[in-house]
């Protein structure tokens, strides 16, 4: 599926092809806040993160889902450093 990524390499949105499915995303159901992370996926470049609101999900470079356990939290505190 196409989907418009903020990327901080580039400091830029971008449109890229991404397959979201079990196999390559986490998706956190427990999310009661706006700012929590809805999902990961891992992609050819690295790692997209999304939160449960309207902004743009993030790209980041050389991160996987493994490299941060699947771990909500992790996700949360790489997002709130940039």
Known sequence: MEMIIYNPRKSQLESINITVNEATTTWFDDRP???DIYMITDT?????????????????????????GNDQQKAKRIIMRM
């Open 44 to 68: 050819d470049n690295g790692l997209l993160i999304r939160e449960n609101n309207y902004s743009y999900p993030v790209l980041l470079y050389d991160v996987t889902r493994t490299d941060i």
């Open 33 to 35: 806040a706006p700012d």
